[in-house]
């Protein structure tokens, strides 16, 4: 399966690999680097990783001028996308009509052989994750009689061009804690392989998880833009999680009542908004302890604790043992 990734104002290429269809874990990942130049880019980083059954780009790129990045693969996948960054259109050969790549939206489709085209607007960071799956890889990962996407795996048994929704997702905190968990990953050789798989496997499942959840019917007390709106909140916390509003700044930020709000966001995400922030604290603090040098007392007040008692006590609810057990 070639996959190939060219921007029409560069003479060069972003990616260029010939994966393996079959899923061979006998093998290492391959890793690639691609740092490209030229008149139209102000800047343009790739990372790469390549096996059998399955590739993952992740670039950044910002552009002088307005240009077209051509992106092909040929023979079946699967195609996990997530736009992290950016102000962009894109049109898939076979999917008709020409899409908005709007900023922290993902979607999953598959394509018999996929042909597209992303029209990237100047003076702007665009931001791809993408993870492409062979079928194979795929179905060892959802068997193609349980799946819980019935419909889209007919299609796909068919070869037919498909989305999973009709409608790109929101991004949500852990599917970025995900990304963030596959590109810092820093194991060698066989563990990175088994490491890189059980997160693709877990964004796969956050994916599909909140697409059941978009699924099932909206209640009616859910109004007019009340679920943008929400959506908003979300945000706001995810940015602002070390000092959050509370609920009443949160609810006048957004232009929502407190009562919506609360319910609103419960139904939405599974977490009260109080809960959402101690989770947040809890991703951030979990990625401090393995990552940093800080100490207990640092990473408590780094995100949100005034007393490292309070954070430590927080900690071990939400994880079940303490931080100085990761120090150690």
Known sequence: MMITSKVDAVDAWICSADMPMGYDNSQPLQEKEVLLQGQAISSLRSFQVCGGGLFIINTKMTF????????????ESIMLAFCLEGDASATFQGFG???PCRPNAHHICYTPQLEAVYTLQPATRHHYFLVILSKEFYFRLLHRHNSPHQEFTAQLLQGRHTWLSSKPLHITAE???VIQDICNCQHSATLKRLYIEAKVAELLVLQL????????PRRP?????DELRIAEAKAILEENFAKPPTIQELARLVCINEHNLKQGFKYCYNHTVHGYVVWLRMQQARHLLRQSQQRIGEIAY???????????AAFKKHYGFLPSEIKR
Request: net charge positive; aromatic share 12%; glycine share 8%.
């Open 64 to 75: 002088t001028q307005q240009v077209q990045d051509h992106l092909k693969v040929t023979g």
């Open 97 to 99: 009509k020409k899409s």
């Open 209 to 216: 998880e909140q697409w059941q959840q978009w699924q099932q």
């Open 302 to 312: 780094a995100v949100g604790y005034k007393k490292a008692a309070h954070f430590t």
């Open 221 to 225: 007390m859910l109004r007019g833009d």
């Open 175 to 177: 599917m970025k804690w």
